[in-house]
Structure formats: structure tokens, C-alpha cells
């Protein structure tokens, strides 16, 4: 009972959000290509939400780059803990689950990479949202996070806000 009444409550908000206006873009004041591209790079929150509204797909492959060098430094810090062991098949026994060492990948400014990437129409980011939304304890925020599905359907619903795709408010209202 209480899951349908707090669907229906975000449901309501996220329709009242996506068909309202949002906040106004103030004209004149965009940052050029080159200067997102090397703020992205460097991790600025902020130029990666801008590459989103922006709508520029040519944005993609950098914020994808991004996710990637974090997604990449994982592995490299996964590759060191098994070499430190005597042995390799020690090592891979020792070493924690990738989702223990992923709090890079999925820190404030990833999440802001993989929303942004979603309002830019990468349907694969959309979906994590969606299950962030629809079935919290299934998402990777929860595994790598441990937090309440609340919360992440909370920050899902904000995510959505963000990227105000249309066809999510179907899903979302049912």
C-alpha cells in the first residue's frame, strides 16, 4: 500500500516537473566546446550537467570517456591488490568484490556523467535511472552504496527532473 501511494506522490512530481518549464537558460552565457570538453575532462559537476542541457551529442563521447577512465582505475587498483598476493589464484581469492572498490564510478560527479549522458538520449543511462526508480535494491547505486532504496529512488526522481524524457512518465505514472 505504502509503495503504491509513494509511487504515485513521485509519480505526480516528476509529470509536474517534465511538463513545467524548469529553470530558465540564460541566453549568451554558454561555455564554448573546447572549454566543456576540458572541464569535463578535468571532472567539473557543473560542465558535465551543462554538456547535458546542452543537447550537443558530440559531448557523448567525452562524458563516456570520463565514466570510462574511472571505470579503468578500478581495474588497475584490482590488478595491484592481485599482484600483491603470493600467488594470482590467492590474490583473486583475497581481493574484495569490484562493487567494494567502485565508489569512484559512482561518486556525485559519475552520477552527474551518466544523467547527463542519459538527457543527451544514451538509452543505457536512462534505464540505470529507471531501475534506481523502479527497483532500487537491483541498482548498482544500492550495491555499491548500501543505502536506502528510498534515497536512491529520491535521487532517481531528481535525475529524471534533469532529464525530462517523455516517455519515462508513462512508466513512472503507471
Do not use: C
Amino acid at each position: 500500500m505504502f509503495q503504491r501511494i509513494l509511487q504515485a506522490i513521485l509519480g505526480t512530481m516528476l509529470v509536474a516537473w517534465v511538463l513545467g518549464n524548469g529553470p530558465a537558460k540564460v541566453h549568451g552565457t554558454e561555455p564554448s566546446h573546447d572549454e566543456l570538453l576540458a572541464r569535463i575532462q578535468a571532472g567539473d559537476s557543473t560542465a558535465i550537467l551543462e554538456a547535458g542541457t546542452s543537447g550537443d551529442p558530440t559531448l557523448i563521447p567525452a562524458l563516456e570517456g570520463f565514466l570510462q577512465a574511472r571505470s579503468n582505475t578500478v581495474e588497475r587498483t584490482i590488478a595491484d591488490l592481485i599482484r600483491a598476493y603470493p600467488t594470482e589464484e590467492e590474490g583473486r581469492r583475497s581481493v574484495p568484490p569490484r562493487e567494494a572498490l567502485m565508489s569512484g564510478e559512482y561518486d556525485a560527479v559519475a552520477q552527474n556523467a551518466r544523467t547527463a549522458l542519459a538527457k543527451l538520449g544514451v538509452k543505457r543511462y536512462l534505464d540505470e535511472i529507471l531501475v534506481e526508480l523502479m527497483n532500487p535494491t537491483n541498482s548498482m547505486v544500492f550495491r555499491v552504496w548500501h543505502t536506502g532504496g528510498y534515497r536512491i529512488q529520491v535521487q532517481a526522481l531528481k535525475k529524471l527532473a534533469y532529464v525530462k524524457d517523455r516517455s519515462t512518465v508513462k512508466l513512472v505514472a503507471k
